[in-house]
């Protein structure tokens, strides 16, 4: 949409709009650049600035079994994260948009994770998986040892997603419910009409036509499993045992600010970007295909 | 809703329970642990009932994580990005919607590139950046030779210096520049119909005058929304905090704190007590989030379109 | 055939009556068209015949059968909807044959049918597009066709052309008419508009806040209007109504002492609170002086092409006349207008009710069951 009626004024526009340029420029594309020069660059032992180095900071992430080994557990951790939360999320929002007598409580309620942060549901998450306490710890009563995520790997990145996908649930709820409730009605009573029952409606007509949200909250997750499980991880499992929850992030931050390899770290940093870049590029690339639907 | 049918409305109810049981669940938990003793949470199968120690529990948790300075902290902290993002979000938006520049496109895009990296995969050079934010502008002076003439003509050499580590300013101003609020705001702004415009031009006021009296009063639900989100998830923030404040004792947020709640793997197991303290922590953002609710929905799924 | 009875039939938002209290007997194989303004509970009551709205009381019954507590998939109804809603990700061949998917049909079977109402309705051409790819009209048709394809015992129709241009909407009146010509399904059409109401109906309903105001073929509901509302709301321009009372000197006074000499006043009719209604094509002009004439001043005038409205005033009372005179005439001028005994119309100012002239009944009952 292009507007016809603007203001003219020489400076006043810059004015306004300088604070946030100088924000972003310094915070961000400064940064930016910076690690696309570190990570071509490797800073010398014995001080003297850093030297170029080509792409040998990428062949050494590349070939490091260990880094493959993360980069695999991020996509699993994703995925199995990503596809618990929305799953449950739209399966919430496809009966609330029933809106029967009292969704409104029910709704309000499954937006509350949102607002939670992930530290804090991660504390509480590890005391309820923590196999000596008593909720999982009953099980452990009976059977011992089938459930130790602190010494197996498998269970700590299992109680790491659940929760993860626990704190998107919200998030998802509200979009999901949205597209839902943005779809004419006359279109469910059109099916109505045409003799389809409320799943049949749910699988034919509302789940196409909400398939824009679908990927957009498919995206926004994916980034989001990408880049916010720090916190989760380091209150839950500190990456442990033995690297099992170690996703790119998080080995990024122990490279960089634990290793104080900078190099190493930006060269990851570059990775994950490029990565986080495609996806939405990706995303971008739906929101014009999806044009011709409306 | 078109079918009557009770059954398909049992299974509706019943869905909705069980999700509702399944979000409430680690709540509860939380805030059933944080009111029992510590011989309580520490039975196997644990009481789902709370208990009458959640007080002292709550004081325990308070004192052993410094939680009352932290809050204060985490409020800064919150209130500043909050405040900050809608003003420069605002401003910005209102440049690049009602002015005609030949650069406000490309300034639209600058802002707008920055939603697609989060804080987290920038977090390395972002933080060197903390070390002396006046760094690229140094780097300007130098390339463009200015240094070298200044210090040739008066003798000074130009240091510029502005170390963010350890400072509200630092945990604060990277955290407002990104253009999720100036993004919100645009499309905001693109909805307000060219007649407005005219009918203000015709009235003789200027582009502030309507900034002022015509598009900030008729935003108030935009910025309302756009409020509770940069406050949930400026007092959310962990990484950033953790990064930027190596004097945690001054300068920590309450969710930094949580880790230190934790028991120690050898240490008493004292979950009551971290469930306490998670539950002052998680309290004031999901208030404002049930508070809120109604606009700041609205505010979230705007930015989708 | 089936035919279609409403008992009082209402309908109740929380504290609000949307409908109160319809009965109405649709035959088989008719046309009906319900007609009012926005707001009137038109649409409910056709959506509480299709099953998307519950009938808080009352019943409705379609054939023999009632309907109250049926699924809109059990009754048997096929509808028009008026933003069309069609399935957006559907192509024009799925969008029609999706009711016979649902209902198990084959394949084979589906397809022949579709492509044959496709035909019928001269969308073969388009089977592959999506709606969004088609013109207004053409998602018209594919409504239709979508109604059409199941074969239904009834046809209902929500304001289906009210995003359609003026043209395009009149091309479409004659093909719903003639497909109703051809297929003599029982139809329930609801609009605003009146004269697509009076071009298709066998029969009209007009309804006015959730009641039924008059029930009878367009040509009786123009000519013999059962009530003030309908009256006024029927015809363009719309009929004049003025209100006052008949003196026992058999004069109708009116306005600021307007005095109109009317004959054969039924007595009971004498003194009491009326409207006297004249339509504005059965006023006509004639020369001063002329025996009876009515003296008025004129306001303005407006010019219609082939014939022009007077708006004049008589006595502090508004006339409109429809005047296919081409004289001089402007404001402040006097005209002289007059009218037939049996154009006039009398309804009660304290029901609305029509009051028959020489009997001084209300009509209204009488007229409903014609």
Redesign the interface.
Known sequence: MERRAYYRNGTLPWLLIAPQLILVLVFFYWPTSQALYWAFTLEQPWGGGNSWVGLSNFLSIFGDGRYWATVGRSAFYAIAATGISMVIALTLAMFADRALKGTKLFQSVFVWPYAIAAPAAGVAFRFIFAPEAGIIGSINEMWPGIWNPATNGGHALAMVIVCHAWLGIGYNFIFFLAALQMLPRSLTEAGAMDGARPFQRMIDLQLPLIAPTVFFLLIMNLISSFTDSFGLIDVMTEGGPINSTEVMVYKLYVDGFKGLDYSGAAAQSIVLMLLVIALTFVQFRWVEKRVHYN | ?????PI??I???A??IL??L???T??W??IV?GSLSLQE???????LWPSNHLLENLEVAWTRADLGPKMINSLIVAVGVTVGKIT??A??A????????RA?ML?FW??FI?????L??????????AAN?L??FQVILDTLGITWLVETVSGVRVGLEWNLLNSYTGLI??L????TG?FLYRQFF?TIP??L??AS?MDGS???R?FFEVLLPLSRTNMLALATIMF?SS??Q??WP??ITTDRANFGTV?MQ??A??PAQNGT?D?NV??AG?LI??LP??L???LM?RWF?RG??SR?K | MTAITLSSVKKRYQKTDVVHGVDVEIESGEFVVILGPSGCGKSTLLRMIAGLEEITSGTIAIGDTVVNNLEPRERGCAMVFQNYALYPHMSVAQNIGYALKVAGMPRAERDAKVLKVAKSVSLEPYLDRKPGELSGGQRQRVAMARAMVREPKVFLFDEPFSNLDAKLRVAMRAEVRSLHRGLGVTSVFVTHDQTEAMTLADRLIIMNAGVVEQVGKPSEVYNRPASLFVADFIGSPAMNLVRGFFADDGYFRHGKGGMIHLPTIAPNLLSKEVSVGVRPENVRRVPAGTKGAINAVVDYIEELGASRLIYADVDGSRIVAVDSANDALGTGMPVHFAFDTADLHVFSNDDGRRLDIATGLAATAALINA
């Open positions: 809703m078109i079918e009557r049918s398909f409305n299974v509706t109810y869905t909705m999700g509702l399944l979000v409430l680690p709540f938990i939380v642990a949470v520490s039975q196997v199968p644990l009481k420069l979000a401003l910005s209102f440049s690049i919607v009602f002015f005609n520049y406000r300034c600058l802002i920055t939603l697609m990296l989060p987290e995969v920038r977090i390395v050079p972002t933080y060197s950046i934010a760094q690229p101003l990277p407002v520049a990104t253009a100036t693109m060219d007649e415009v005219e031009k200027g582009p502030l309507f949930v007092w959310n962990y990484l953790l990064l969710v949580l880790k709640l934790i197991p979950w971290t469930m998670a922590i998680m953002p999901l404002v989030v049930a609710q929905v979230l799924i989708d």
